[in-house]
């Protein structure tokens, strides 16, 4: 009697493209103010475009920091206690678990970089709340 063998092969990876993110076209293609947009990930962290216009609500993020990279204009992020203020080419993380409602007086474009499946209005019940994972 032969003995059966089976042969396993191992899938070979799609073939990858390796493309850089344009920050100012995706940002051209967003159209509403305080609604993200994710451009990349890594590991388990998303990078987000957004255009920011007027305030927005207070609220926190009892798991995580949140970063802020302002890309054009200018945002100010309020606190219970004080305030920063971002202008192009700065940026600031905030605190997990520390209360800020961010304020762009005139169109600001943002970069956030948090967690997947982090909440833009966090802790706060909003109609500001927007789905997440939504790519462009």
Known sequence: MTPTHT?????????RTYASVNLAHKLSLLHEHWSQRVVAEMN????????LQGDFVWHSHADTDECFLVVAGEL????????????????FVVPKGVEHKPFASGETHVLLVEPRGVVNTGDAESDR???NDVWI
């Open 76 to 91: 100010r992020i309020d606190f219970r206690d004080g305030a920063v203020t971002l202008r192009t080419g700065e940026m």
């Open 44 to 51: 388990d962290y998303q990078f987000k475009i957004a255009k």
């Open 129 to 131: 709340t927007r789905a």
């Open 7 to 15: 042969v396993h092969t191992i899938p070979t990876p799609a073939a």
